[in-house]
């Protein structure tokens, strides 16, 4: 579902890149619902725990949150604010990019999403509304849609 949705669009904010002016075009873009850099943080990636993996046709997908993410949600408890999930996007076995959901506070829609180069360099013109629209669709699972993943916490999969 992911890479269909956005494999056309991913020429154009690489060129925005690559031209060095991402930054000054977007201070004074006309359009602040797209693009910009919000309350989320890069992942520590080195502290997580791949806990499923999603595979379709070329694509796979490993999901990472932290142990103490994992027992909450094992426990049936709320992850703890500051929790990233993270889904690193495989693409033939090349590093594509880094989709990254954050619990930004106690109450239970205090997720804000972000997308993420392989640079760590946030994509200019993701509508990260439509994350959360899609993902708020899951708010009975902690607005995720890896749950059962992540309650069999199996990285062999
Ligand atoms: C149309 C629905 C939809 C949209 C929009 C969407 N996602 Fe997801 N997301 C999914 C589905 C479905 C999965 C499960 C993995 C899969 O099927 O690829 C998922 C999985 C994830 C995961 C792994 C944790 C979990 O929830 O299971 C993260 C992190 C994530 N998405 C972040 C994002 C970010 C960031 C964006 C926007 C740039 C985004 N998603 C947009 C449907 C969506």
């Keep these: 579902m992911h890479v269909s949705r956005w494999s056309g669009l ?3 904010p690489f060129a925005i890149v690559l031209t060095g002016t991402f930054f000054a075009e977007a201070e004074v ?4 619902a797209l693009a910009a850099p919000n ?3 890069f992942p520590p990636l080195d502290e997580l725990k791949h806990y499923t993996t999603v595979r379709r ?4 997908e490993h ?17 703890p604010t500051g929790t990233h999930m993270v889904l690193v996007d495989y693409q033939s076995d ?8 954050q619990k930004i506070g106690a109450g239970a829609d205090q997720w804000e999403y972000q997308w993420f180069w392989p640079d760590r360099t946030v994509k200019a013109d993701e509508n990260v509304a439509q994350c959360y629209a899609c993902h708020r669709s899951r ?3 902690q607005f995720l849609f890896t749950l059962s993943g992540a309650l ?3 990285d062999t999969l």
Excluded: F, N
Excluded at 29 to 32: G, N, Y
Excluded at 64 to 76: D, I, Q, R
């Design 139 to 141: 708010r009975a699972e």
């Design 94 to 101: 090349v590093l594509t990019r880094y989709l990254v959901a």
């Design 39 to 41: 309350a989320v943080t």
């Design 63 to 79: 999901m990472l949150t932290s142990a103490a993410a994992l027992a909450a949600l094992k426990a049936g408890e709320p992850v």
């Design 57 to 60: 046709g070329v694509t796979r």
């Design 152 to 154: 069999a916490d199996d």
């Design 29 to 32: 873009s006309p359009t602040p």
């Design 10 to 12: 991913l020429s154009v």
